[in-house]
T-cell receptor, first 112, second 114 residues
């Protein structure tokens, strides 16, 4: 079984809809991250959490919110989706030092 | 402001030859560097890393070189194999100041032809 799972894997939605992307991990890591990947831009950090009570904004947090429900679960929400949020979204986890991050398989989100 | 840059979007290499992927950074405070490999429809997977106190790290066919004065790192794959065809991302970290947040480059798509 995969250590980091993301649901859904693919989602098509309409402008203005609320969307939640979910991430679960079995690695026992405290740190979790949400990234988006756009062509030619690499991966950009949206939000990160160093433990259940710690939430931090990344480089591109506008239009997104997160919830850390438990050590193993970290959800990303788009309150009112817009077309330029069409992208690949990745969840990742790391141990205390964060030297290596382990990524989920990604969610492909399309906002029409 | 792109702090980590991979200026070659793509690279094509013959099987058996050396692949050299390059990465430049602007922040001299970065203290840890990583390379990730990504296949289509999968998440990135860690490949190799190097601390800023070293200038070389080797793992099998993969070697990462760090030139701090030039703010440049490179990944060498020798010999290249068709299974190495993927997108490669370099990433940099400020471990002691920002707890391991990674700044990624844009990626280089490597194609290894048989």
């Amino acid at each position: 079984d995969a250590d980091v799972t993301q649901t859904p894997r693919n989602r098509i939605t309409k402008t203005g809809k609320r969307i939640m992307l979910e991430c679960s991990q079995t690695k026992g890591h405290d740190r979790m991250y949400w990234y988006r990947q756009d062509p030619g831009l690499g991966l950009q950090l949206i939000y990160y959490s160093f433990d259940v009570k710690d939430i931090n904004k990344g480089e591109i947090s506008d239009g997104y919110s997160v919830s850390r429900q438990a050590q193993a679960k970290f959800s990303l929400s788009l309150e009112s989706a817009i077309p330029n949020q069409t992208a690949l979204y990745f969840c990742a986890t790391s141990d205390l030092w964060g030297n290596e991050q382990f990524f989920g398989p990604g969610t492909r989100l399309t906002v029409l | 402001d792109q702090q980590v840059k991979q200026n070659s979007p793509s690279l094509s290499v013959q099987e058996g030859r050396i692949s050299i992927l390059n990465c430049d950074y602007t922040n001299s405070m970065f203290d840890y560097f990583l390379w990730y490999k990504k296949y289509p429809a999968e998440g990135p997977t860690f490949l190799i890393s190097i601390s800023s106190i070293k200038d070389k790290n080797e793992d099998g066919r993969f070697t990462v070189f760090l030139n701090k004065s030039a703010k440049h790192l490179s990944l060498h794959i020798v010999p290249s194999q068709p299974g190495d065809s993927a997108v490669y991302f370099c990433a940099a970290s400020l471990i002691y100041n920002q707890g391991g947040k990674l700044i990624f480059g844009q990626g280089t798509e490597l194609s290894v032809k048989p």
